[in-house]
């Protein structure tokens, strides 16, 4: 039986909770959120939650902090911290940001000799391993990545942050023309605001300057200000009745040729009801094998490529070679 502490108490752990129900190995100590705890087991008791300061109280008793903040502010932040204590596995998902982010886990992984994995998901994650295999597979060639349509956790949590929005989501949307020459193998370089556009329903405060607000949002670097984004500003009523999902997916495309005239496309595709709990299964499957690597006496911060496949599942190696491969 695998330990494991959730480390945050959004819709991403909410998820964690749901994933954990399907995977008869894992069992939930607690959550750890900044929120009073009394409040949030009256919202949910079938789970013990606990004050983020108690968390090193239970480093004996978790064999894996999955993390469940937002990429924006509080996993730069909290997954070095909490790493210097217990094995964890993020969903940091800032790409400009990834080698940043790692170094800083890194660095209080080595030292704790603790295993970190970040950036587990589907981009960063299901969709970075694709694009390692694609491109080794086919070394003469392009790859494109597309997002959505669907919303983006982050990019929303993002916008949430600036100063006078009450909430939002945002829409991070491939375009259609762009994505058709892409698979018919043409070869052609694209540039971002070429391949997606990003659209945002945004709930302002009583008062709020709305203009800052849009201008915040569409210069944000690493989130929309390389991209075609329109803003629009709606009632919290609207955002529920109309926005209230969170369904996402995109594509994984790479186009080449192994030899003059000889072409292939291969195409890697997600299509989901929900972006968080699709994730949550994700880190899930890292949580086990980030536990194993741990028992083999690894440490230091890893990705998805230092990960081998079988150390992801709960099955033996003999099972997994008779009916898996």
Not at 17 to 38: E, H, M, Q, T, Y
Not at 255 to 264: I, L
């Amino acid at each position: 039986m695998i330990n494991i502490g959730i480390y945050g108490y959004g819709n991403l752990a909410k998820g964690v909770l749901k994933a954990v129900k399907k995977n008869s190995d894992f069992n939930v100590v607690g959550i750890f959120s900044r929120r009073d705890p009394k409040k949030l087991k009256e919202e949910n008791k079938e789970v013990n939650f606990y004050s983020v300061d108690e968390v090193l109280s239970f480093k004996d008793k978790i064999d894996v902090m999955i993390m469940c903040g937002g990429s924006k502010s509080d996993l730069p932040q909290q997954s070095p911290l909490i790493v210097s204590n217990f094995n964890i596995v993020d969903s940091f998902d800032t790409h400009q940001m990834i080698t940043e982010h790692f170094d800083n886990v890194n660095k209080n992984a080595l030292v704790s000799k603790h295993v970190g994995i970040i950036s587990v998901g589907w981009d960063p994650g299901m969709f970075s391993l694709n694009r390692i295999i694609f491109d080794s597979i086919l070394p003469d060639g392009n790859t494109y990545t597309f997002w959505g349509k669907g919303v983006s956790q982050g990019h929303s949590d993002a916008i949430r942050r600036i100063d006078g929005v009450l909430d939002a989501r945002q829409y991070t949307i491939p375009i259609d023309s762009t994505l058709e020459e892409v698979r018919s193998g043409n070869g052609k370089k694209y540039s971002a605001r070429e391949m997606h556009k990003r659209e945002c329903y945004v709930v302002a405060k009583e008062g709020a300057d709305k203009a800052r607000i849009e201008q915040e949002i569409k210069t944000m670097p690493y989130y929309f200000a390389d991209y075609d984004t329109t803003v629009h500003f709606i009632t919290k009523e609207e955002l529920d009745k109309n926005h209230s999902g969170i369904p996402h997916g995109g594509f994984v495309i790479r186009s080449g040729e192994t030899s003059e005239g000889v072409n292939h496309v291969l195409e890697y595709r997600l299509k989901l009801d929900s972006n968080p709990e699709f994730t949550a299964s994700i880190l899930v499957a890292y949580a086990r094998a980030c536990v194993k690597m741990y028992k083999r006496g690894e440490y230091g911060c890893k990705t998805v490529f230092d990960v081998a496949p079988k150390d992801l599942s709960n099955l033996d190696y003999q099972n997994l070679i008779a009916h898996k491969l």
